[in-house]
């Protein structure tokens, strides 16, 4: 059983252009949600996918944006780069949101801006 | 609003020694969880433990305890005959019973093992 996956491992990107990182998650799981990790901090809520609709949204500005597939894959997307935005990217996947369960995360995104 | 506060950046211990790791947490909900994860240098962040807030008994997984502190709003880990295999960054982390399953992380506690 394969457990939360993600692409690409690492990407550089440059000021000001886009950026797609996808996630697949744990089979079973219907629930995708996103986090930002900078360096040497904790990871922040970005958003939270179910029923392929945004469930829930942290303080991330709209330049952040998702989308989750039918087979309960997810994209999260970047517009705008600033140099603040490198980050690993986590995704976690669960099953309903509505009640607590645990939260498996994938192995991330390494974002760099340059 | 949810906050979580890790006052340790870094830590160590001697091999099959024990160490606590310590983290506060902070909401106005009365019903919550908390969670201690590990993220080793392969970056996946693994559950270590968990602890329902409503329940008085502390949380126990092997050599892995928690001391919560419901009052003091106080929830440490407690790591006892440390391994080499649990170097890894520690990040406490809390959900509230009220959202949706999105968890609030501390800044994280780095632990090393010394041989």
């Known amino acids: 059983d394969a457990g939360v996956t993600q692409s690409p491992t690492h990407l550089i990107k440059t000021r000001g252009q886009q950026v797609t990182l996808r996630c697949s998650p744990k089979s079973g799981h219907d629930t995708v949600s996103w986090y930002q990790q900078a360096l040497g901090q904790g990871p922040q809520f970005i958003f939270q996918?179910?029923?392929?609709?945004?469930?829930q949204r942290g303080n991330f500005p709209d330049r952040f944006s998702g989308h989750q597939f039918p087979n309960y894959s997810s994209e999260l997307n970047v517009n705008a780069l600033l140099l603040g935005d490198s980050a690993l990217y986590l995704c976690?996947?669960?099953?309903?949101?509505?009640?607590?369960?645990?939260?498996?995360f994938g192995p991330g995104t390494r974002l760099t801006v340059l | 609003a949810q906050t979580v506060t890790q006052s340790q950046p870094e830590m160590s211990v001697q091999e099959a020694e024990t160490v606590t790791l310590s983290c506060t947490y902070d909401t106005s909900e009365s019903d919550y969880y908390l969670f201690w994860y590990k993220q080793p240098p392969s970056r996946q962040m693994i559950l270590v433990i968990r602890?329902?807030?409503?329940?008085?008994q502390n949380a126990t997984e092997n050599r892995f305890s928690v001391n919560f502190q419901k009052a003091a709003k106080s929830f440490s880990l407690k790591i006892s005959d440390s391994q080499l295999g649990d170097a890894a960054m520690y990040f406490c982390a809390g959900r509230d019973q009220t959202g949706a399953n999105n968890l609030f992380f501390g800044t994280g506690t780095r632990l090393t093992v010394i041989p």
């Open positions: 996918y179910y029923e392929e609709e945004e469930r």
């Open positions: 976690a996947s669960s099953l309903d949101p509505g009640s607590y369960n645990e939260q498996f």
């Open positions: 602890q329902e807030a409503y329940k008085q």
